[in-house]
């Protein structure tokens, strides 16, 4: 499968949990987006990393979240103590520049839900 | 503050007709213009885009018109087909930042009724 993958599909943390989320790149892909969808919302940008790089945080909220795109393995979204409003969809988007004139490819998403 | 918006949150057309989906933003910085389909459970998939240099570009059933004085875009899908009912993002970057965000719309629900 050369597609976006995210795992795991589904996540379910009680508050004050971790939740971490995982995004392989399509093949050939070194750029990485992050971006979450709240119900009834379009996707909002939160963080875009290269490889152990983040180039872009400005849509990550300021405590609890942080990204990672190490050398080697996936990208991984953390979430630390996890709020019920963290409940949404986290999609993951990769490109093979950084350049805004080609299409980014997305994964099918992490459906986060906070008890 | 949004920058993308798409005012209909559906739209319901008969089997063979023709779909419009709408678009407009606000920022004239925005020259690259995209449209991603989306069905539940699944991430959104990349359909059609279009640079500001141009006014038009078509795929097959799918075409995009894009009025920069307007700050309007619009996907048209002739002939609408049941298999194209999902939820139509519009989305817009500015090709000059390396940085590469989208900004997107909250999407429009498009049913294709047979």
């Known amino acids: 499968n050369a597609g976006v993958m995210q795992n795991p599909r589904h996540l379910v943390r009680r508050r004050g949990q971790e939740a971490r989320l995982r995004c392989s790149p399509m093949k050939g892909h070194s750029h990485v987006y992050w971006y979450r969808q709240l119900p009834e919302e379009g996707l909002k940008f939160m963080v875009y990393?290269?490889?152990?790089?983040?180039?872009?945080e400005s849509g990550m909220p300021k405590e609890r979240f942080s990204a990672e795109f190490p050398k080697e393995g996936p990208s991984i979204l953390r979430i630390q103590q996890v709020v019920r409003g963290d409940s949404a969809a986290y999609f993951c988007?990769?490109?093979?520049?950084?350049?805004?004139?080609?299409?980014?490819?997305f994964g099918d998403g992490t459906r986060l839900s906070i008890l | 503050d949004q920058q993308v918006k798409q005012n209909s949150p559906s739209l319901s057309v008969q089997e063979g007709r023709i779909s419009i989906l709408n678009c407009d933003y606000t920022?004239?910085?925005?020259?690259?213009f995209l449209w991603y389909k989306k069905y539940p459970a699944e991430g959104p998939t990349f359909l059609i885009s279009?640079?500001?240099?141009?006014d038009k570009n078509e795929d097959g059933r799918f075409t995009v018109f894009l009025n920069k004085s307007a700050k309007h875009l619009s996907l048209h899908i002739v002939p609408s087909q049941p298999g194209d009912s999902a939820v139509y993002f519009c989305a817009v970057a500015d090709r000059g930042s390396t940085l590469g965000r989208l900004y997107f719309g909250r999407g429009t629900q498009l049913t294709v009724w047979p």
């Open positions: 920022n004239s910085m925005f020259d690259y």
């Open positions: 990393l290269q490889k152990e790089n983040i180039i872009d």
């Open positions: 988007a990769s490109s093979p520049t950084g350049y805004s004139n080609q299409p980014q490819h």
């Open positions: 279009i640079s500001s240099i141009k």
